[in-house]
């Protein structure tokens, strides 16, 4: 591919805008490096006007799911979870 000025984890997010009627689930885009995992949480705002996408990051407690929240949000989880937002 001759664009180097996106990486690679946001042309495979321009690739799902192809099929904007899919659900998207990304796994391993906070790994590695802070800037890494910052740089992807901004793309995660940025596509979700556009994709019904949401990340996935496996820890040794379980599982995080994280997404945008949109103005009717709604969130089912067992009793105890833990949410965390931020804005």
């Not at 001759?2 to 990304?26: G, H, I, R, S, Y």
């Not at 596509?47 to 799911?65: A, I, M, Q, V």
């Not at 994280?66 to 965390?84: A, E, G, M, Q, Y």
Request: hydrophobic share 40%; charged share 20%; glycine share 4%.
């Amino acid at each position: 591919i001759n664009d180097q000025d996106t990486t690679d984890f946001e042309k495979a997010l321009q690739f799902c805008m192809k099929f904007p009627n899919k659900k998207v689930v990304c796994l391993g885009a906070l790994g590695g490096f802070a800037d890494h995992a910052i740089h992807n949480l901004t793309l995660l705002l940025r596509y979700s006007l556009h994709l019904d996408l949401c990340l996935l990051n496996p820890t040794s407690e379980g599982r995080e799911w994280i997404f945008k929240l949109h103005s009717h949000t709604r969130i089912c989880t067992p009793v105890n979870s833990l949410i965390s937002f931020f804005p």
